[in-house]
């Protein structure tokens, strides 16, 4: 099981260099611009107990926006995408980074966190377990996945991904199928938050988002889970 869906590959090769500005224009009803959202995604990995010395793999790593400060904070950074093109950009974006254009190209039971950042809802839910066993293959023992997804339950996520011209096809995960597909790989500690409640307007609110972790209205879902 592969990412190297043709249809997918022809899209996200033709937008790579134009990703940045089509990524920001759906997000403009956030008020924010996507940089804001990948510090919130490591900021996240750092909570769960990241450290400079953990090995980590970005599954899926588009043009590198993520990955860039993956690698500014911690010594091992890696990333797989098999666009050519959008891995073209991520060697500007992300030179620090050591990136694959094939699976098969990645280690097995290499890695301390492999990241599935806004993936799978570009994956037919036939194929999404493939995909996740996949990635769970690149994780040592004791190796934890972590997976970003919208929520199909916030409508300001809804209207930004229709608005999104690489997501036309896009399945999002309901927060159940992302549970059910850890514990179907066999991770044990599965646990699951949602994150990202509040657009720019209310910015001054962001501080109560701890607190709402268990609340089903965030943009986004992290999912995690910790190999055996």
Known sequence: ??????????????????????????????????????????????????SPETRVLDYGCGTGSLTRLLAEQFRVTAGFDPSLE?????????????????????????????VLSGVLHHVPPAERLGVVESAVRRLRAGGRLAIFEHNPFNPLTVR???????????????????????????LHAVRQEYVLFF????????????????????????TSGIRG
């Open 160 to 186: 930004a991904v229709r608005a999104c011209p690489f997501d036309d096809a896009a399945v999002l995960l309901a927060p159940g199928e992302l549970r059910r597909l850890l514990k179907a790989v066999q």
């Open 1 to 50: 099981m592969t990412l190297d869906r043709q249809t997918e590959l022809e899209k996200f090769d033709q937008h790579a260099t134009s990703y940045e500005s089509a990524h920001a224009q759906s997000l403009r009803v956030s008020g924010e611009a996507p940089e804001y959202f990948a510090r919130h995604k490591l900021a996240c990995l750092l909570r769960l107990g990241s």
């Open 86 to 114: 959008s891995l073209r950009v991520a060697r500007g974006c992300a030179p620090r980074a050591t990136l694959y254009e094939a699976e098969a190209q990645i280690p097995e039971r290499s890695f301390d966190l492999v």
């Open 199 to 222: 657009p720019r307007v209310l910015a001054r609110l962001r501080p109560l988002e701890p607190w709402l972790r268990r609340c089903p209205l965030g943009a986004q879902t992290l």
